[in-house]
């Protein structure tokens, strides 16, 4: 069930949205070793934003799964991504992360627990 999503100013065109969409999805199967059938991925791209007095380019993460361990290095791999993939300063880049119970989380009319 891990959601990787990234809010940015940058604007990003296809066919880079499409590449950059499967490349979160690629990271998350990779980092996190969960079936990619239940791995989600979404941009928001060019949304109003500001960090730190400045409006050069940024992103929010919101990155969710069940067992997330390891945030640190979560971090610094999510910040590389997005450095290389967008142009983003690695301190340019807030990440929310939570670890769902498995219980607050449904799929296909149930969840999993």
């Known amino acids: 069930m891990p959601y990787f999503k ?4 940058v604007a990003i065109q296809e066919p880079r949205m499409s590449k950059f969409l499967e490349d ?3 990271f998350v199967v990779e ?6 059938k239940y791995v989600m991925t979404a941009v928001d791209d060019q949304v109003a934003m500001r960090f730190g007095g ?3 380019p940024l992103a929010f993460v919101e990155f969710k799964s ?3 361990s390891d945030t640190k290095k979560l971090s610094t791999a999510i910040c590389d991504l997005l450095r290389l993939k967008l142009n983003i300063p690695v301190d340019r880049t807030y990440i929310e992360f939570v ?3 498995r219980d607050k989380f449904g799929y296909n009319r149930t969840t999993f627990e």
């Open 6 to 9: 990234v809010t940015t100013n």
């Open 24 to 26: 979160m999805h690629q």
């Open 31 to 36: 980092e996190l070793g969960k079936p990619e």
């Open 54 to 56: 400045s409006d050069a």
């Open 66 to 68: 069940i067992g997330l």
């Open 99 to 101: 670890d769902e119970p």
